[in-house]
């Protein structure tokens, strides 16, 4: 069985919020699924763009992604858009003390959706089965993703600016720390407690790039990853496919360095081989 739930907001309620190239993201992965993978097509992949982006919608989905996987299963969860960080409402987080969220499209600030919610989530794959998570969104908790003008003709509407979703001042009593520490955990670490891989837009302390590529819009780690494994042979492991798009992102200008996590005998595996 071969499963994907592809999530991508460009808009949020805030007009200031909205990103360009999320929706384009979705789009080119499902491409790359569907024609370099073999997924099905409806039945097996689910797209959440926008509005649909809700925090249920994204919980369902988990929960029907996940739903009879058995050993053997190849299961994908995308998201591109925000990410931010909230204070710790659990007490697990002993370090900076601040939980790791994804920005749905209705984000409750009180009740957000955490790194702790993506683990419990996925936490019933079994063993055998593999799940690759792929967040093109910053982890640091700036909830930022980098808009790049691009060069040349630009539409005179079109911003040359950041990207912002932080934490209100008035949503918490806690006071609001703008620049996490370095130690912030990424999001998404929680899941590779389970047969899951993790591949992260950026390090910790960087921002993941909103950019204007090849005629349109898309999230730079997006765009480089689906090339490379467009160019690269079907064994591509997990390891070489995250070198060789860190290589071609700094080829391009970007400065963001993704990141992959997991058990150390998943990475050396065929991307999305389980």
């Not at 720390?177 to 670490?189: E, H, K, L």
């Not at 390090?203 to 765009?223: E, F, K, N």
């Not at 480089?224 to 992102?249: E, F, I, P, Q």
């Given at each position: ?48 763009t926008d ?18 996987a058995s ?101 918490h009593s ?101």
């Amino acid at each position: 069985m071969k499963k994907a739930l592809l999530v991508g907001i460009n808009r949020y309620p805030d007009p200031r919020n909205e990103l360009k190239g999320c929706v384009n993201d979705v789009r080119q992965v499902a491409g790359m699924l569907k024609e370099r993978y073999g997924f099905p097509g409806d039945a097996d992949m689910r797209l959440l763009t926008d509005a649909r982006a809700t925090t249920k919608a994204i919980l369902d989905g988990l929960a029907w992604l996940t739903a009879g996987a058995s050993p053997g299963d190849s299961l994908v969860f995308h998201y591109s858009g925000h990410g931010s960080q909230v204070p710790d409402m659990s007490g697990d987080e002993t370090t900076d003390r601040l939980d790791e969220i994804l920005c749905p499209y209705d984000l409750d600030w009180k009740r957000p959706l955490t790194d702790d919610d993506l683990a419990a989530a996925c936490a019933d794959v079994p063993r055998g089965a593999l799940l690759t998570v792929i967040l093109d969104c910053c982890h640091s908790g700036t909830g930022l993703r980098d808009f790049i003008r691009p060069r040349g003709v630009i539409p005179s509407e079109t911003p040359d600016r950041h990207r912002f979703l932080p934490l209100p001042e008035t949503s918490h009593s806690a006071p609001r720390n703008p620049r996490p520490p370095r130690t912030a955990r990424r999001f998404g670490v929680g899941v590779t407690r389970t047969n899951a891989v993790l591949i992260a837009a950026c390090r910790d302390d960087q921002t993941s790039a909103d950019a204007w590529i090849d005629g349109g819009y898309h999230g730079a780690l997006t765009y480089h990853l689906c090339r490379n494994l467009a160019n690269g042979g079907r064994d591509l492991t997990y390891r070489a496919l995250v070198s060789a798009t860190g290589t071609t992102l700094s080829r391009a200008g970007f400065d963001q360095v993704p990141q992959l996590e997991g058990p150390a005998k998943l990475l050396v595996l065929p991307f999305s081989a389980a």
